[in-house]
């Protein structure tokens, strides 16, 4: 294990930084390094490593959400409120009748399949969008509109959202009945998970200022407490859904409103503890990738992402209707609502592992849409942020 920790570490490190020399985004180095170490190449990864890497991906994702929470501000979300609302559903949704019109008309699947392809498809990737924004508001660009703090909120949620129907529609697709309540535990998953995270917060802002103890203690605590949300998440999940993710994002937010000057020193720390799960995420990410898959993928495969996400873009634009937004911001958007990589690493192979019919077209669309979307996104995003963005001298 400790080997392959080290190849992780020293090759991923290396081609990102190779990848951000040639003006690229150093998250695609790291894609390839997981690709190149991983059991669809090279197979130099120890099976303890792999055995693991979901638990690892989501620690990385706990550190990269807890910073978003303690870099938002309450009041920044409140004034964007209904198109910050409207993202976390509307694109998703699109990009679902997408892919349902796409793929039953070029890749002959049944509605059900393409339902579920669909929900595979639609999650956007918060690995590679928060700290995106997260640097956003650091410099400032957007934040006078909320446009980084809009963009956070709803891509945090819109991963529940996906996820409640990829359940709902792999029980269908398995023979099951649709049940319509499911549908409700999207706003009972979200509005329980802030809950979580806020009670969480408002005791360790008590506790933390009751007891003196050094930064790294905290850090420690609100780690723990994070992996303890996703936990109860598991444990809840048969009779009530929560969501862990964004109880984490709202512990941090809490905190932020709290007691300010702790979430600034501790958003210096898990900057800090980022560099580290980043390289983490995404090389575990890259091995998760059969490349064999990619390869029989054919043109219509990448038509149908292509254009999936040409439904998804209207989506956001949609959500956007009313704002007070220009077409460059709306464009910016858009953009950032593009990239896909760990949900779908993640669910990907799901049905194929459940013996379903189009389990490899799924999987075969989950492969493409990581090496085709996340590559897109984090290019267009570091990009086009002070083209299309103002700046403002406050952060």
Same mark, same amino acid.
């Given at each position: ?112 399949e393409a339902l579920l392809a669909g929900t595979v498809l639609a999650a956007v990737s ?119 993710? *964004?109880?984490?994002?709202?512990? !941090?937010?809490? /905190? &932020?409103?709290? @007691? #300010?000057?702790? %979430?600034?020193? $501790?958003? =210096? ?10 390289? *983490?995420?995404?090389?575990?990410? !890259?091995?998760? /990738? &059969?490349?064999? @898959? #990619?390869?029989? %993928?054919?043109? $219509?495969? =990448? ?93």
């Amino acid at each position: 294990m400790l080997t392959s920790l080290a190849l992780i570490f020293l090759l991923g490190l290396l081609l990102g930084s190779i990848f951000q020399k040639l003006k690229l985004p150093g998250l695609l180095g790291m894609i390839l390094t997981g690709i190149l170490l991983g059991p669809h190449a090279l197979d130099l990864l120890d099976g303890s490593i792999l055995s693991i890497s979901a638990d690892l991906r989501r620690l990385a994702l706990v550190i990269i959400l807890t910073r978003a929470g303690l870099s938002l501000n309450l009041a920044d979300l409140k004034k964007v409120g209904r198109p910050a609302f409207f993202m976390c559903f509307i694109p998703a949704t699109f990009e679902i009748i997408g892919v349902v019109i796409l793929g039953t008309t070029l890749l002959n699947l049944s509605l059900v399949e393409a339902l579920l392809a669909g929900t595979v498809l639609a999650a956007v990737s918060p690995a590679v969008v928060v700290p995106r924004m997260i640097r956003l508001m650091e410099q400032g660009y957007g934040v006078h509109k909320s446009i980084p703090q809009m963009i956070l909120a709803g891509a945090s949620a819109d991963d529940v959202y996906v996820i409640v129907l990829f359940t709902a529609f792999t029980t269908l697709a398995q023979g099951g009945e649709f049940q319509a309540w499911s549908l409700l535990e999207i706003p009972v998953s979200i509005l329980l998970g802030l809950l979580l995270g806020a009670l969480a917060a408002w005791g360790l802002v008590k506790f933390f200022k009751r007891f003196h103890m050094r930064d790294t203690v905290k850090i420690m605590i609100i780690l723990s407490v994070s992996f303890l949300f996703l936990e109860l998440e598991n444990i809840v999940k048969p009779f009530v859904p929560v969501s862990g993710l *964004l109880a984490i994002m709202a512990l !941090g937010i809490m /905190v &932020n409103r709290s @007691y #300010a000057t702790l %979430a600034t020193r $501790l958003s =210096v720390k898990y900057n800090k503890l980022w560099v580290t799960a980043e390289v *983490l995420l995404f090389v575990l990410v !890259g091995a998760e /990738v &059969n490349i064999t @898959y #990619a390869k029989q %993928a054919g043109i $219509l495969v =990448v038509v149908v992402i292509l254009l999936a996400m040409v439904f998804r873009m209207f989506g956001v634009f949609i959500s956007l209707v009313g704002t007070s937004l220009n077409l460059r911001e709306r464009l910016f958007c858009m953009l950032t609502y593009t990239p896909k990589a760990t949900v779908q690493a993640a669910i990907g192979a799901i049905p194929l592992s459940l013996n379903l019919a189009a389990g490899n077209m799924i999987l075969t669309i989950a492969v493409v849409s990581i090496l085709l979307t996340a590559p897109f996104g984090a290019i267009c995003m570091d990009n086009t942020y002070k083209i299309l963005l103002a700046k403002s001298n406050a952060k």
